[in-house]
């Protein structure tokens, strides 16, 4: 179909990405009798087989071309009958954000200006602004200026998007492939100068937290105005040392509601964001991690628990905001099976060198158990089946093809320093240490 073509009823446009976010946002709004518009990079799209796609296109990849991409969005945008695009990646806010006032002429725009953007991605200049309304973060400094190792710390990018608007090195741009974070023991220095190659900047320095002390605070907001809320715990990541969610519950805490407001308040923020915290297992104090301005991976169990996160942007993006009717049900869990499956699989073939890796029959039983206690899943809906049966496949493809990078996880130091060594003309000295998703859990 011609992407200028429009057919009768107002429509959205979702990207159609791994994580069920995008499909939450087809069954929530195509549910209501919202025309929905899938686009994806790939053909194998899982949401593009839901019930509630009513057309799909295959765009540019965003990470190959993000021009190009920003293009296609657009030119989606301007059918008369598209009333917004939903931001469900990093890429996708990206691209809206940094041409809102294009978009802007022909769709409603859930989703932050792009100064705003920037200060969130930036997690230095984030901090400084929880800082300011007395939201507490973790001591955070950049490698360079680290000069103690003798505690367990952890590594990670100081940007929270590989994007050549971000960072210094390499280019100006972030390297995709080496931004996970990466774990150091108790006087162990890293190999700075391969970290650095590694992830394009000079990326920053956190003292370690142990324990499940992820928490989610979720928000929508119409310009510097919260019209509604959510929050979970995560029981489980797709890594048993953490990463995107896979078991989550829902909760009510006034501290972490507190905090993610005051937060988000100070940033006059608007349209969604889901705010990551941890919490001191020492003090109990919440310690904020970084915001994501998009929708969130594990949105379907969102919906699921009565906080209808995509109807409440499409009633933003059409003028609506008034409308939105907050509320949801506390104390209830749900499930990503791909999430639970990978979770296995890292207790089974993983290794952090600073989290304690749980028996397998006591993780199996675990999952299983709370996969009958609580049966509500992201993918699996038996009015829908097609999303589930073709991310399953999509899975065991993958799985059988070892060069497909699809887990988001970096390579290990060592392959790193002989790398960077390579284009260097030396070799630098290796720590092997193994590197995971802890830090960045939707």
Known sequence: MDPQAAPDGDAVVVPAITPPSSLACLRSLGGRGVRTVAVSERESAAAFQSTYCDETYVTPDPLDDVDAYAEALLSLAERPDVRTVLPVREHDVLVLAKHRSSFGEHVGTPWPDWPTLRRVQDRLELYDVAESVDVAVPETQLLSACTDFDRELIVKSRYTVPAEEFGEGDGGRPHPRGAGT?????????????????????????????????????????????????????????????????????????????AGLRLLDALDWHGVAMVEFKRDPETGEFLLMEVNPRFWSSLPFTVQAGADFPHYAWQLASGRGEEVTPGYRVGIGGHLVRGELLYLHSVLTEEYPLVERPGFPQALWAVLSSIVREPRFDYLDRDDPGPFLRDLRNLARDALNPKRPTLGAPPKLDELTEYAGRLHGSKMEGTGQREGLHGKSD
């Open 182 to 258: 990466r774990y150091l023991p108790a006087g162990e220095s890293p190999p700075e100068d391969a970290i650095r190659f590694a992830m394009g900047h000079d990326p920053i320095v956190q003292a370690f937290m142990p324990g499940p002390s992820e928490y989610g605070f979720f928000a929508i907001y119409d310009r510097g105005e919260a019209l509604a809320t959510f929050q979970h715990r995560q029981l489980r990541g797709y890594k048993y040392c953490g990463g995107p969610s896979a078991y989550r519950e829902s909760i009510d805490d006034p501290d972490l509601e507190a």
